[in-house]
T-cell receptor, first 112, second 112 residues
């Protein structure tokens, strides 16, 4: 079965510092991997996806993610964190008929 | 704004009652997905419809049912409500590509 795991419930980072939100995956075949973000009292928003090709994927709001096949990871990164990046981040993988299996989520807090 | 609308925004009801949540997908999207987000269970896929037909089922209770109408809007019916059904219910739509789903703002259900 396709699944993802997010090992950290909470990540704190100072404004201006680089941030990383971790995700590992377990899939059969070539993985499709996604990151979504949920701001307070809002629905989820698509950030970026990996389907095939370049291992560094660029997405919305300056985020990028690095696909690493040997480590089965798909970590979300940003070179310089903003306070407005504080939100709940979900890694996801499609299963079956394209519905999504979400990780447990990582709450990112950027400290001014 | 994702283009997906959900009503109502908030719903407060009592145990044993029945409620209906409504979702209108983005224009042109044939797939509708329902997800439940709760503190203890995280974000879970419930059910998917594609152009009026049920396509996939996830962790949906027998007390819950859904349908998609000819105009592509969808309704999620929750009956014999229990305290544990209190959660955020999200609808998402897509053009049937893996993973790129557009989420509505959610309906917050509180069962007292």
């Amino acid at each position: 079965a396709q699944s993802v795991a997010q090992p950290e419930d909470q990540v704190n980072v100072a404004e201006g510092n680089p941030l990383t939100v971790k995700c590992t995956y377990s899939v059969s075949g070539n993985p499709y991997l996604f990151w979504y973000v949920q701001y307070p009292n809002r629905g989820l928003q698509f950030l970026l996806k990996y389907i095939t090709g370049d291992n560094l994927v660029k997405g919305s709001y300056g985020f990028e993610a690095e696909f690493n096949k040997s480590q089965t990871s798909f970590h979300l990164k940003k070179p310089s964190a903003l306070v407005s990046d504080s939100a709940l981040y979900f890694c996801a993988v499609p299963t079956g008929a394209n519905n999504l299996f979400f990780g447990t989520g990582t709450r990112l807090t950027v400290i001014p | 704004d994702s283009g997906v609308t959900q009503t109502p925004k908030h719903l407060i009801t009592a145990t044993g009652q029945r409620v209906t949540l409504r979702c209108s997908p983005r224009s042109g999207d044939l797939s509708v997905y329902w997800y439940q987000q709760s503190l203890d269970q995280g974000l879970q896929f419930l059910i998917q419809y594609y152009n009026g037909e049920e396509r996939a089922k996830g962790n949906i209770l027998e007390r819950f049912s859904a349908q998609q109408f000819p105009d592509l809007h969808s309704e999620l019916n929750l009956s014999s409500l229990e305290l544990g059904d209190s959660a955020l219910y999200f609808c998402a739509s897509s053009v049937d590509q893996p993973g790129e789903q557009f989420f509505g703002p959610g309906t917050r259900l509180t069962v007292l």
